[in-house]
């Protein structure tokens, strides 16, 4: 588990507090097979989501270790913003669109070095042509 206060929380490089600080709480339960699960949270700003005010993460995966030296970790992590939808910037004429995201990830380590890749099948924070202008 794990308690945090940040000045600034950017991810994607993105800062998802709008520059202000943010308290933030996480809690991991692994296995001894490899398998876990964990949980996440963050106050966000509705000025870069909108309507949003809290960001909470799902996540499960398995990591191992083989060989000599040698990791590995498959997961993915469900990024979920209650009540967040860009229909509700009150600026533009948005479509109804959830900002919520599913991010799959794989990484493959040998020792101190490690490769992490990720692939996102939903919209990014639910993003699409007509939120974007283009």
């Known amino acids: 588990a794990s308690a945090t206060l940040v000045s600034d929380y950017i991810w994607h490089g993105q800062s998802q507090t709008w520059g202000n600080p943010a308290v933030q709480f996480g809690i991991e339960a692994d296995h001894a097979s490899g398998a876990y699960a964990g949980f996440w949270a963050s106050n966000v ?74 692939y996102m099948p939903t919209k990014f924070y639910g993003w699409n042509k007509n939120n974007s202008g283009i």
């Open 45 to 118: 700003s509705d000025k870069w989501l909108p309507n949003a005010n809290v960001e909470m993460d799902f996540s499960a995966g398995f990591r191992n270790a083989f060989a000599t030296d040698f990791k590995y970790d498959v997961g993915g992590t469900y990024i979920y913003y209650p009540d967040a939808d860009f229909s509700k910037t009150g600026l533009f004429q948005y479509q109804k669109s959830k900002l919520n995201s599913l991010e799959l990830y794989g990484s493959l380590g040998w020792k101190w070095f490690t490769v992490k890749g990720g």
